[in-house]
């Protein structure tokens, strides 16, 4: 059993800048990869970006270049910073975890809103 806390949503103006964190706890593979997803008002879920736990990396076409996904393994954590925000980035933003055995695990959620 993995447990995901994410925090560091809010409110924040476009072009402005928000950090989200997340922490895994309980039994978690050294070989697995971290992301975030999110899902807007009326919209599917969709990725924004993950990191394996050997430092590759890959972004949603609609956040590269603006947002910038890292982790601490010997923390099991991963933070998504995010600058340039524009109103279609407002969704709630999930916290993942595929571990190697096929496991998917995920946070609770933080809401994200950006105003125009």
């Known amino acids: 059993q993995v447990h995901l806390v994410e925090s560091g949503g809010g409110l924040v103006q476009a072009g402005g800048s928000l950090r989200l964190s997340c922490a895994a706890s309980?039994?978690?593979?050294?070989?697995?990869?971290m992301g975030w997803y999110r899902q807007g008002p009326g919209k599917q879920r969709e990725l924004v970006a993950v990191i394996t736990s050997g430092g590759s990396t890959h972004y949603g076409d609609s956040v590269k270049g603006r947002f910038t996904i890292s982790r601490d393994n010997n923390k099991n954590t991963v933070a998504l910073q995010m600058n340039s925000l524009k109103p279609e980035d407002t969704a709630v933003y999930y916290c993942?975890?595929?571990?190697?055995?096929?496991?998917?695990?995920w946070g609770q959620g933080t809401q994200v809103t950006v105003s125009s």
């Open positions: 993942n975890l595929d571990s190697i055995s096929g496991l998917r695990s």
């Open positions: 309980g039994s978690i593979s050294s070989l697995n990869a």
